[in-house]
């Protein structure tokens, strides 16, 4: 049974048209992390909460924004997509501990038009 | 965050052992090292983790140097479907899972 789920995996969004992406886990893990992945690199974090607590990268345009209103769900709001915003993105739940392995959803593939 | 370097790319044959190495020299004493792999539209999941000794799962064998600035991923026996990008990755008790560029291994058949 899948543990991390994202939902869409493909969603489609006009250009500056604000959009949603949800990612849910059943591992009661206290860190869940958002990444954005571009076509052939790595997977670039976004922000983590460990549990309520938020932590933004530096370089994470003021653009995105997440939610977490429980232990189990995430969001990623994206306010105004632009072109450059089409990616893969990625949810991912770990325990705090530096042995804690990271359990990875498959995706949400986000097009802009 | 501790940075790792490792080859853009690698290729091996089918059932052959594969070495994939990662060089870690900011390490410190609290870091794990952490390994995962991305199959093509998938994403990534979890091989193998270690802090000082060599570590064996069903999956992998990860080998760290006695002085811990470099470990190697160990598949010992390469299938077409352990093609993939493989990222080392440095894990301390900042919370944070930081991707680098990783390895992409192609398997010849």
């Known amino acids: 049974d899948a543990m991390v789920i994202q939902n869409p995996r493909y969603q489609v969004t006009q250009f500056g048209k604000p959009v949603t992406l949800s990612c849910s886990q059943t591992?009661?893990?206290?860190?869940m992390y958002w990444y954005q992945q571009k076509s052939s690199q790595a997977p670039k974090l976004l922000f983590h909460?460990?549990?309520?607590?938020?932590?933004n990268e530096a370089d994470t345009p003021d653009n995105f924004q997440s939610r977490r209103p429980n232990t189990s769900f995430c969001f990623l709001d994206i306010r105004s997509p632009g072109l450059g915003d089409a990616a893969m993105y990625l949810c991912?739940?770990?325990?705090?501990?530096?042995?804690?392995?990271?359990?990875f959803g498959q995706g949400t593939r986000l097009t802009v038009v | 965050d501790a940075k790792t370097t490792q080859p853009n790319s690698m290729e091996s044959n089918e059932e052959e052992p594969v070495h994939l190495p990662c060089n870690h020299s900011?390490?410190?004493?609290?870091?794990?090292i952490h390994w995962y792999r991305q199959l093509p539209s998938q994403g990534p999941e979890y091989v193998i983790h270690?802090?000082?000794s060599n570590v064996n799962n069903r999956m992998a064998s990860l080998a760290i140097a006695e002085d811990r600035k470099s470990s190697t991923l160990i598949l010992h026996r390469a299938t077409l479907r352990d093609a993939a990008v493989y990222y080392c990755?440095?894990?301390?008790?900042?919370?944070?899972?930081?991707f680098g560029q990783g390895t992409r291994l192609t398997i010849n058949p």
């Open positions: 909460y460990y549990d309520k607590d938020f932590n």
């Open positions: 990755i440095l894990r301390g008790g900042a919370q944070k899972l930081v």
């Open positions: 270690g802090l000082t």
């Open positions: 900011t390490i410190s004493g609290t870091d794990y």
């Open positions: 591992l009661n893990h206290n860190v």
């Open positions: 991912a739940t770990s325990r705090v501990e530096g042995w804690s392995e990271a359990f």
